[in-house]
């Protein structure tokens, strides 16, 4: 009967591939089971903690975020990864701040790269300091501390700056220097100098005081701008590390930024000059960072890893 020699075709031929695919799950198995992520989809405010014996992760706007940040999610985000994107909102390429997403434990936290003003790039500016952690490698590995068992008292001792040569407004001899010294954890955290009127080498001897649940999520981002009451303040230059990477109690020159995140180049070769102390209140032994204080100005050097 030529229909039952056609379904014992098919049977054979299913046989067969029911043998390559034994096959390639015993050769390809171990290896899939860690590389292969799989997609999920899930509700922020009724998380999916079932385990199916491979890596899942999910996808969620930053608004859905900021709704459901929970403690539920760092607990998720234990064995799951998860994937914090812009608003669709943001037509104008702004950025939401990325360091809620961070402390939350989320692995990937994306960005609007194509913003390039003062006003829109600082979460960029923030990036860049998380990720010049771990030797610029591309990548920051999590500590092995629960959150916020890292309590710390900063204290920013920022002496002044120099080096400009140009930058600030056209109608102005020497630009009027103010610096904004900001700390950022799970909130970020700001505070000013007074401006220092016609000065290209302005000293401000100030010191501030940021008090942060773990000193391991914190990043410090010390920004420089030209005073002007009528046309609006001209930026001057930003630098922005990691502080658990700071060599500690040691007087630091480092140098300025612009907003595309390479050095300054609209006239002269500006640094500044700061002092970093970092008081731990209650000290938790975490050993991803134990003996890896690294001296920043290496880090702007091509090719550095951490010793």
């Not at 002092?275 to 091509?302: A, R």
Request: aromatic share 8%; charged share 30%; proline share 5%.
């Amino acid at each position: 009967n030529p229909r039952d020699d056609d379904q014992e075709e098919e049977e054979d031929d299913d046989e067969e591939d029911e043998e390559h695919e034994d096959a390639r799950r015993k050769r390809l198995g171990p290896l899939e089971a860690l590389v292969a992520i799989r997609n999920e989809k899930n509700t922020l405010s009724h998380l999916n903690f079932e385990q199916h014996g491979h890596v899942a992760s999910s996808s969620w706007s930053e608004k859905k975020l900021a709704k459901n940040a929970t403690e539920a999610l760092t607990t998720w985000c234990e064995t799951k990864l998860a994937r914090i994107y812009p608003s669709g909102l943001r037509i104008d390429s702004s950025n939401y701040d990325p360091t809620r997403a961070w402390a939350m434990g989320c692995q990937i936290v994306a960005l609007n790269f194509q913003s390039k003003t003062p006003s829109k790039a600082r979460p960029l500016w923030l990036s860049q300091a998380k990720f010049l952690a771990n030797g610029g490698a591309g990548y920051v590995l999590k500590t092995t501390a629960p959150p916020g068992a890292a309590p710390a008292l900063i204290t920013v001792s920022l002496f002044g700056a120099r080096g400009w040569t140009g930058g600030w407004g056209a109608y102005e001899k020497f630009p009027d220097v103010y610096a904004t010294v900001s700390v950022a954890c799970r909130d970020i955290e700001s505070k000013s100098t007074k401006h220092v009127d016609d000065s290209t080498e302005p000293e401000w001897n100030a010191t501030f005081e940021f008090h942060v649940d773990d000193v391991n999520l914190t990043l410090l981002l010390v920004e420089f701008w030209d005073f002007d009451a009528a046309t609006g303040d001209d930026f001057l230059g930003h630098v922005a590390l990691p502080v658990t990477d700071l060599r500690k109690n040691t007087k630091l020159t480092l140098p300025l930024l612009g907003p595309d995140l390479r050095l300054w180049d609209k006239g002269g070769d500006p640094v500044c000059d700061l002092l970093v102390d970092v008081q731990l209140l209650h000290h938790h032994t975490d050993e991803s960072n134990e003996g890896t204080s690294l001296c920043v100005e290496k880090t702007f050097e091509k090719g550095h890893h951490r010793e």
